[in-house]
């Protein structure tokens, strides 16, 4: 298996690419973990510790986080992330991962990658935290601002084989995000989708609201792009804002730095379970190819898990599950 990872995408880059891919290329010896980079400025950072299975391919250019992300696919033949998209398409590389320009990623995913055939749009899929540590898998967060009812379908069969597929789930609970619970709540979009879902082939729990999400309703929660990233955005500033609060709650006099010393390993332990970097990457299902997008803030532990998540993918053949899911009908 051989996994390519874009090592100039990332706030931390590429420090934090090589030295999660050495991680990596060191935990898993069925591997091969290919950085794509300006060789320049990745050698030095190895200082002579480079695993066996670990390659370098050169790329000189960089697509930037302020990037057009058109422009930058098509003008950019040899951008670090662009080269990595075309090793998958070439057969050169199994998979690829970036902590780069999401909207790069996603057109280079299309452009580049291309589509699996059947497939109307991809989507960009996210385990967001819940209170079991365990996560939910929701898509779409962002590859997409609108959905169309037989779409919000495809998200969900898609969402459904990789929970099954790399997280070992047998038959994954499948929710949509709505405004209520009730069958005929929602909009045009989400009402139409509703009886499809009872339709498709699989286990489909109805509707879920927001204010639940974090407590884990269902395994896999489908909704449009412009619903999905309103709903992580509004996560994460509350788990920042919360964090910070208790922050300085406990830092108020000595009588809560004594309390904080009590409780400083049950918060912990919280925050753990709302840390983006124990869930490595989010896959960008239904390209042709297994194409991985990291957080823009990933260090080396987010970078590792996200070839750990590759290697899963890889090995239970995720790409090929959800291409033969489609072919035989049960896109609607």
């Known amino acids: 298996m051989r996994i390519a990872i874009d090592a100039m995408g990332g706030d931390h880059a590429p420090q934090a690419a090589v030295e999660g891919a050495v991680s990596a290329a060191r935990e898993w010896a069925d591997i091969t973990v290919i950085l794509v980079g300006d060789t320049d400025r990745l050698q030095p950072l190895l200082q002579g510790n480079k695993p066996a299975n670990l390659e370098l391919r050169h790329a000189s250019e960089t697509i930037e986080a302020d990037d057009e992300p058109v422009k930058a696919v098509r003008r950019k033949k040899d951008a670090s992330m662009v080269v990595a998209g075309r090793m998958v398409k070439e057969k050169e590389a199994d998979a690829m991962i970036s902590a780069g320009n999401t909207g790069a990623l996603m057109t280079m995913g299309l452009l580049v990658v291309g589509r699996i055939p059947g497939i109307e749009r991809p989507a960009l899929a996210p385990m967001l935290p819940t209170t079991d540590g365990e996560g939910i898998l929701a898509l779409d967060l962002g590859a997409n601002m609108d959905a169309t009812a037989n779409q919000l379908v495809q998200y969900a069969i898609m969402g459904s084989?990789?929970?099954?597929?790399?997280?070992?789930?047998?038959?994954?609970?499948?929710?949509?995000?709505?405004?209520?619970?009730?069958?005929?709540?929602?909009?045009?979009?989400?009402?139409?989708?509703?009886?499809l879902l009872e339709?498709?082939?699989?286990?489909?729990?109805?509707?879920?609201?927001?204010?639940?999400?974090?407590?884990?309703?269902?395994?896999?929660?489908?909704?449009?792009?412009?619903?999905?990233?309103?709903?992580?955005?509004?996560?994460?500033?509350?788990?920042?804002?919360?964090?910070?609060?208790?922050?300085?709650?406990?830092?108020?006099?000595?009588?809560?730095?004594?309390?904080?010393?009590?409780?400083?390993?049950?918060?912990?332990?919280f925050r753990k379970k709302l840390d983006y970097t124990?869930?490595?990457?989010?896959?960008?299902?239904?390209?042709?190819?297994?194409?991985?997008?990291?957080?823009?803030?990933?260090?080396?532990?987010?970078?590792?898990?996200?070839?750990?998540?590759a290697r899963l993918a890889l090995m239970n053949d995720l790409v090929g599950s959800i291409s033969t899911e489609i072919r035989n009908g049960s896109e609607l």
């Open 278 to 309: 124990e869930h490595g990457a989010a896959p960008l299902l239904g390209i042709d190819g297994l194409v991985l997008k990291s957080h823009g803030s990933s260090n080396a532990l987010a970078f590792k898990n996200a070839v750990r998540q």
């Open 161 to 195: 084989l990789y929970r099954s597929k790399v997280h070992g789930l047998h038959e994954p609970r499948v929710g949509l995000l709505n405004v209520g619970t009730e069958a005929m709540k929602g909009n045009e979009v989400a009402k139409a989708a509703f009886p």
């Open 199 to 269: 339709q498709a082939p699989i286990r489909f729990v109805g509707n879920v609201e927001s204010r639940d999400v974090l407590r884990k309703p269902c395994d896999v929660v489908v909704c449009d792009g412009f619903a999905g990233n309103i709903m992580l955005k509004s996560m994460e500033g509350t788990a920042s804002v919360i964090f910070s609060a208790l922050k300085e709650e406990f830092t108020r006099t000595w009588y809560t730095k004594l309390a904080a010393a009590i409780v400083k390993k049950g918060l912990g332990q």
